[in-house]
């Protein structure tokens, strides 16, 4: 019981640590808002930042109503506001040495907020309606008239208000789809404004080529005119508290430049050769000379077992202890992927770097040890299986001697981070990695659950998938420009994906490998922080087929990626 409580305070640290950051760690701590609070990271931004402070004896005090003229000062703070352009607006029940005053002046000369018959109230508390007037002011925000808050109708006077900061995702407003715009505002739900508005950019650049065509304050006009553009492209523009680098993998730690995931699962690849590997290390002949292809690689495995069953979050992940030592037998079998990269590597003097997935601990139902006993399937248990697998696969490694392979570290299977727990894994299976110098990966899809929160949880290397690939999606470019852009704000690289086309299917990959090349020379996905995810074996068919559309595929792929010594 006593190891196991030990367990329980490392974990713990391990995660609390890991979601507070180094930037919040460092700002103020307060005895009334520890880490569990809702507001937690929203207050820690605003008051490391100076834009609402805490009291003398250490607390923050989140549930009391912010006052109408301190609204006025927090918000004159944050956009550095401080001198009137013209004479101060007479107000009846307020003098010029009255706290506050001459940032309630600049609030009324911005028309952030509005005086009642000549008063101010400045010690009235403000109400959300008041608040949405102040944001969607000062920040220029404009809606489309899609908010459908039950209790704000379209003739209501802050209506217009309302429905921009809603279409800036500054507020959502309550489960049941009300507003509330007669409630107060408390001084957590402040934090929690001014935290949204600045966790995105304050404007996106739109260019052609390079040249500046517009710049736009909201995200979806900006990828609707970058559309009209042949090689249009957008970046975000920095805000007073985040700057955006605009290019692509800006925050990977492992400097990863080319990757490709190499599936080596049940019903996957079976065996490997030598042969394979060389499809995946050296471009074909031409000119008479072979290139360099991928620098690392990626092994990993959905399928666990002859009945199909996966490594993955849901009903189809059975697997226990004997079910993932079967894995890495198999990994690292003399048929397996490790063995015959390395020898591969060896033959064209190469030397790759190498990631081993982590397969997704099962939630669900109970983990079978070795021994038949049962673990159960809570955050102990699924962590002590995962710690089991690292262990393992490094020693492995160690033992194997592969002289031609970088063992850098792993990547983490699942697409998403949905639960506490799995945070509460995740970040300690990376402190684990940190101590033995390895690093920790993984591929977010589009709409990955806080895959923002990448860094936060410990990753050091993340590769959005635009999951744009797919014959059914329609707005295949839409999703292109969205996640290039999120990788610009975010830090992280850009999954290229292609689905494994038959030769008679081949056709309906066309438009979107096409697409998928434009976009990687348009935002620079050829100079850094590139994962390929190729369905199983593509790059293999591309390189090996005699078929046209495959064959003009793989000059694609290495005239984009591959054509640089």
């Given amino acids: 019981m006593k190891k196991r409580l030990q367990q329980l ?81 007479p107000v009846e029940d307020l003098l010029p040495t009255s706290p506050g005053y001459k940032e309630i002046m600049i609030a009324l000369e911005n028309n952030w907020l509005s005086l009642d018959k000549g008063y101010f109230h400045p010690d009235e508390p403000l109400t959300r309606d008041e608040m949405s007037k102040m944001l969607a002011t000062a920040y220029g925000y404009e809606g489309k008239g899609g908010s459908q808050f039950i209790d ?51 404007a996106y650049e739109v260019r052609n080529d390079g040249e500046l065509i517009d710049v736009v304050q909201n995200v ?36 990863l430049n080319s990757g490709v995931l ?13 042969n394979f590997f060389n499809q995946y290390l050296k471009t074909k002949l031409k000119d008479g000379e072979r290139k360099d292809m991928f620098d690392t690689f990626v092994i990993l495995g959905l399928r666990y077992n ?14 226990n202890y004997s079910d993932w030592r079967t894995y890495v037998e198999k990994t690292f079998a003399q048929d397996g992927a490790v063995v015959n990269l390395n020898s591969t590597a060896r033959q064209l003097n190469r030397k790759v770097d190498v990631y081993i997935a982590i397969p997704y601990p099962k939630r669900n139902e109970p ?18 299986l995962a710690n089991w697998y690292v262990k393992e696969v490094m020693e492995r490694f160690e033992n194997g001697k592969y002289e031609n392979l970088n063992f850098k570290g792993f990547y983490w299977l699942s697409e998403t981070v949905r639960t506490v727990d799995d945070e509460v894994i995740i970040s300690s299976i990376s402190s684990i990695l940190r101590k033995n110098n390895k690093f920790f990966i993984y591929s977010p899809h589009a709409t990955s659950t806080n895959f923002y929160k990448w860094k936060d949880y410990g990753f050091d290397a993340a590769f959005l998938q635009p999951n744009a690939f797919r014959s059914s999606i329609t707005n295949k470019e839409e999703r292109l420009h969205r ?17 494994s086309y038959h030769t008679d299917k081949a056709e309906q990959g066309v438009e979107t490998f096409d697409l998928y090349m434009d976009m990687s020379k348009r935002y620079g996905l050829d100079e850094k922080g590139m994962m390929f995810y190729q369905g199983v074996n593509m790059v293999e068919r591309m390189a090996t087929f005699d078929h046209p559309i495959y064959k003009r595929w793989y000059e694609q792929l290495t005239e984009t990626f591959f054509n640089k010594q």
């Avoid at 100076?50 to 250490?58: A, H, P, T």
């Avoid at 995702?169 to 107060?184: A, M």
Wanted: proline share 4%; glycine share 6%; hydrophobic share 35%.
């Fill in 483 to 499: 996640a290039f852009l999120n990788a610009q704000i975010y830090g992280t690289g850009i999954t290229i994906e292609i689905d």
């Fill in 152 to 202: 704000v109708p379209y003739e209501d006077p802050y209506f217009l208000y309302i429905d921009a900061i809603a279409f800036e995702e500054v507020t959502t407003g309550y489960k049941d789809d009300t507003f509330r715009p007669s409630e107060t505002v408390t001084r957590g739900q402040f934090s929690a404004f001014i935290y949204r508005v600045y966790q995105k950019p304050v």
């Fill in 262 to 274: 190499i599936y080596n699962g049940y019903n996957e690849t079976e065996k490997f050769t030598t």
């Fill in 9 to 89: 305070g490392f974990v713990i640290t391990i995660i609390c640590l890991s979601i507070i950051g180094t930037s919040t760690a460092q700002a103020s701590t307060f005895k009334d808002v520890s880490y569990q609070y809702w507001a937690y990271k929203d207050i820690q931004f605003a008051a490391q930042h100076n834009v609402i402070r805490g009291f003398s004896d250490g607390y923050f005090r989140p549930g009391y109503d912010i006052k109408r003229k301190d609204a006025a000062v927090m918000l004159t703070r944050v956009l550095d506001l401080y001198e009137l352009e013209n004479e101060p607006t």
């Fill in 367 to 384: 983990i079978i040890k070795f021994n038949g006993e049962s673990a159960g399937c809570d955050v102990y248990a699924r962590y002590d």
């Fill in 306 to 319: 002859e009945n199909n069953d996966q490594f993955v979050d849901g009903p189809s992940n059975h697997a």
């Fill in 220 to 255: 979806d006009d900006a990828i609707e005119l970058a559309l009209y553009y042949p090689k249009g492209t957008v970046h975000p523009q920095s805000n007073k508290f985040n700057k955006y680098p605009q290019t692509i993998a800006a925050a990977d730690k492992t400097n």
